[in-house]
């Protein structure tokens, strides 16, 4: 499984678009990306997830380089509620394993 | 999307007794996992449930300790056996491989049960 190395914190006000990137260099071929958003003492929500260039939903966008050994998720004009753990995963097209989770980034924001 | 139920959500426990957890998904999904999640920590696979047959452990956890059932494609148990206070944690249920619908492949989790051992 492809490991990967994201920042442990992040610190950032409302109103302010955050980036988060998360590096991959082990990718496989067959892999994508996913993004997965957890608050304190719920489960982890899925936020995003792409295989190469841009993604965008409602939520967040999700950039990669051609190389796909990094990738950056975007989230535009954070507010107090996006005040949260952020998980970089990689994963398997079929989808059909379990998740291996890294130390996340913890987000906060700030008024 | 697939919604899923865990039970209980919270409870305090005794040290020394078990307790076994629910999981229910509203619609059938091909697998089933779950994870443990200590305070501040990240969230570590416990075992696969498979139906049918034996659940699929990950190193450092023992069927002994972490009994885990799966009898249909929409439920799944699992038992935290003879509890210290280091069992204390937030256990969470995982599904992937909804039946039908685009998303199909998206790995959803339940609220979690948060377990606290005296």
């Known amino acids: 499984l492809a490991k990967t190395t994201q920042p442990i914190s992040m610190d950032s006000y409302e109103g302010q678009e955050v980036n988060i990137t998360c590096s991959h260099n082990n990718i496989a071929t067959n892999d994508y990306i996913t993004w997965y958003q957890q608050f304190p003492s719920q489960g982890p929500r899925f936020i995003i997830q792409?295989?190469?260039t841009k993604v965008t939903n409602e939520v967040a966008s999700l950039f990669i380089p051609a190389d796909r050994k990094s990738s950056t998720l975007s989230l535009p004009r954070v507010s107090l509620s996006d005040t949260a753990v952020y998980y970089c995963?990689?994963?398997?097209?079929?989808?059909?394993?379990?998740?291996?989770f890294g130390s996340g980034t913890r987000l906060q924001v700030q008024p | 999307s697939a919604v899923i139920s865990q039970k209980p959500s919270r409870d305090i426990c005794q040290r020394g007794t078990s307790l076994t957890i629910q999981c229910q998904v509203d619609s059938q999904v091909t697998m089933m996992f779950w994870y443990r999640q200590q305070p501040g920590q990240s969230l570590t696979l416990i075992a696969t449930a498979n139906q049918g047959s034996e659940a699929t452990y990950e190193s450092g956890f023992v069927i002994d300790k972490f009994p885990i059932s799966r009898p249909n494609l929409t439920f799944s148990t699992l038992t935290v056996s003879n509890m210290s206070p280091e069992d204390s944690s937030i256990y969470l249920c995982?599904?992937?491989?909804?039946?039908?619908?685009?998303?199909?492949?998206?790995?959803?989790f339940g609220e979690g049960s948060w377990l606290t051992v005296v």
């Open positions: 792409g295989y190469k």
């Open positions: 995982s599904v992937t491989g909804l039946t039908g619908g685009e998303s199909g492949n998206t790995i959803y």
């Open positions: 995963l990689v994963v398997l097209h079929t989808g059909r394993r379990a998740l291996t």
